[in-house]
């Protein structure tokens, strides 16, 4: 869909394969934290006790598939090849490659492909992984993670049957500035499921967002239509409602399409 953030973010590991750069050990830090303190422990560990065979470990690789278990060779010959001090390297860094590169690589291609097809020729599409930063891409899929400008969140905003000048979206308005930023982020994602905006901030959007009247009565809560950016206010009587019922919206309605008690 055009200009419309897909709110994922790339890990690390992924994101160096699709640039076709070499997988480490720090890259899977955070992709898998448990693998990554085991493959530290084997290299820290006291050599005496790795070449003791402590910890019973050859270059193989242990697999689950539908229930069942099967056992992968790292190189040829590695179900006969023991971990010591000297191989314990070449051993983590086998075993990163098939885990992170090899077992996935057919998936990851297809992947690519299809990505290099929209982004721009194909045979382009490596060079671009490797001009961008990740935070850089991360940034164009997702949104920007800086402060939201309530100044340009409201700039940015029509009405149908309310005034700018109406009590109702005075409240409206007024709750929404005293919000903390993780609720305004919430009660944006309610009405259009952006989390995080555009790096040119609301005008980066496809269209305007709209607030609605409603004929719904005050018991209700707002509800919303993100295909449409549009959010139906009910005719609240009171700053004090208003409040409440937003509240509860980012509270317990946090990405939901339609929101009402």
């Excluded at 994101?15 to 480490?24: D, G, H, M, P, V």
Aim: one cysteine or more; charged letters at 25%.
């Amino acid at each position: 869909m055009h200009k419309v953030k897909v709110g994922i973010a790339f890990d690390r590991v992924f994101f160096l394969q699709l640039a076709e750069e070499k997988i480490s050990l720090e890259d899977i830090r955070c992709a898998d934290p448990v693998m990554y303190k085991s493959c530290k422990d084997i290299l820290e560990m006291d050599a005496d006790a790795v070449d003791s065979d402590a910890m019973g470990l050859t270059f193989v690789r242990e697999i689950k598939e539908f229930g069942s278990r099967k056992t992968v060779e790292l190189c040829p010959g590695g179900i006969n090849i023991v971990v010591n001090s000297k191989n314990r390297d070449l051993y983590v860094h086998l075993l990163i490659q098939h885990i992170f590169v090899k077992s996935i690589s057919a998936k990851v291609a297809y992947f690519a492909r299809g990505f290099g097809d929209i982004l721009c020729k194909r045979r382009l599409a490596k060079n671009f992984f490797q001009g961008i930063e990740l935070k850089g891409l991360d940034c164009v899929l997702s949104g920007s993670d800086k402060p939201i400008c309530f100044k340009d969140w409201k700039a940015h905003t029509k009405y149908e049957d309310y005034r700018e000048n109406d009590e109702q979206i005075c409240w409206f308005w007024e709750v929404v500035e005293d919000m903390s930023m993780e609720q305004q982020r919430e009660l944006l994602f309610f009405w259009t499921s952006v989390k995080y905006l555009p790096v040119n901030g609301f005008s980066g959007l496809p269209c305007p967002l709209t607030i609605y009247k409603t004929s719904c009565s005050d018991d209700h809560l707002p509800s919303s239509h993100t295909c449409f950016y549009r959010l139906s206010l009910p005719h609240y009587p009171s700053l004090a409602m208003t409040q409440q019922r937003l509240s509860l919206i980012c509270q317990t309605h946090a990405g939901c399409s339609f929101g009402f008690v």
